[in-house]
């Protein structure tokens, strides 16, 4: 995105002249911000350290397929590539459904804005990044002025199919795998699952098919 000038993003070296001119002209206050930043830095670590001592081995065992290069390309690195393009497809769809430009460098504007709206958690806020991206990075795109309510169309819209879509999918799998459509039933079906070993759930709970 900033390759392609899709941010309003002022120059870098003004950015840095910026910033220095700044520090220099409050010494003080710059000095006490960076010293609070290492202290607060240093407690999240000493507190922290015990922690990820626990969480070392299951880190390691997450990491393992990488011990492998053949297999993390065809069991990981390849399902990955396959889902991106999959997603510029469908994102492509999106847009052309909306009346937007739809080509490769706006499905790729579109799928960063989506990414960078994640930073924030809470779905206003992202939303609000990520339309004001769209606004700005698809007419630099684009080269041409674009409907800012279409864009908002497109965000909401994009966003209510894909959460209906894959509600309705994790619904039926969910069904599928546990025998029931109570989502009651279903929890208590999965903390049987989780707290013996892997057996059928009906013969768990001792039902008949």
């Not at 010494?27 to 507190?47: D, G, K, N, Y």
């Not at 960078?116 to 795109?141: H, K």
């Not at 908002?152 to 459509?181: K, P």
Request: aromatic fraction near 4%; proline fraction near 7%.
């Amino acid at each position: 995105m900033l390759a392609t000038g899709a941010l309003p993003v002022p120059s870098m070296p003004k950015d840095m002249q910026r910033a220095a001119s700044t520090c220099l002209s409050q010494p003080v206050t710059a000095t006490l911000l960076m010293l609070a930043a290492l202290v607060v830095s240093f407690a999240a670590v000493r507190r922290l350290r015990r922690r990820c001592a626990r969480l070392a081995p299951a880190v390691r065992r997450g990491l393992a397929i990488f011990s492998t290069r053949a297999q993390f390309v065809a069991q990981v690195a390849s399902w990955q590539a396959l889902a991106r393009v999959i997603r510029l497809g469908s994102l492509t769809c999106f847009l052309a459904a909306f009346a937007l430009p739809a080509t490769l460098g706006t499905a790729v504007l579109v799928m960063a804005a989506q990414g960078a709206g994640r930073v924030l958690p809470l779905g206003p806020l992202s939303a609000g990044l990520r339309i004001a991206i769209l606004s700005y990075g698809l007419v630099e795109v684009t080269h041409r002025p674009v409907n800012p309510a279409a864009i908002v169309a497109f965000s909401l819209g994009q966003s209510a199919t894909v959460l209906i879509v894959t509600f309705a999918i994790a619904a039926a799998l969910i069904t599928r795998e546990f025998g029931t459509r109570s989502p009651r039933r279903a929890i208590q079906r999965a903390r049987l699952r989780l707290q013996g070993p892997p057996v059928p759930v009906r013969e768990a709970l001792g039902v008949g098919p």
